[in-house]
């Protein structure tokens, strides 16, 4: 098993903060509700949708990588 590069990592977390940078230029009003949103969301379902995500995200990795 290959482990993932920290080059890797930092190259995903690089390409995390253009999206975020372009989604606050694009769309400010947008992403204002979107955290109001997340806000007022309870705890136990914005830990679902985060738990999802990362699953999500690891299943990614494991299918490009392999």
């Not at 694009?26 to 990362?54: F, H, Q």
């Amino acid at each position: 098993m290959r482990s993932i590069a920290f080059a890797d990592f930092l190259i995903g977390l690089g390409i995390l903060f253009v999206l975020e940078g372009l989604l606050f230029a694009a769309a400010p009003a947008w992403m204002r509700r979107a955290m109001k949103s997340a806000l007022a969301t309870p705890d136990n379902i914005l830990r679902v949708a985060g738990i999802g995500s990362a699953v999500a995200g690891l299943i990614l990795i494991w299918l490009v990588r392999h």
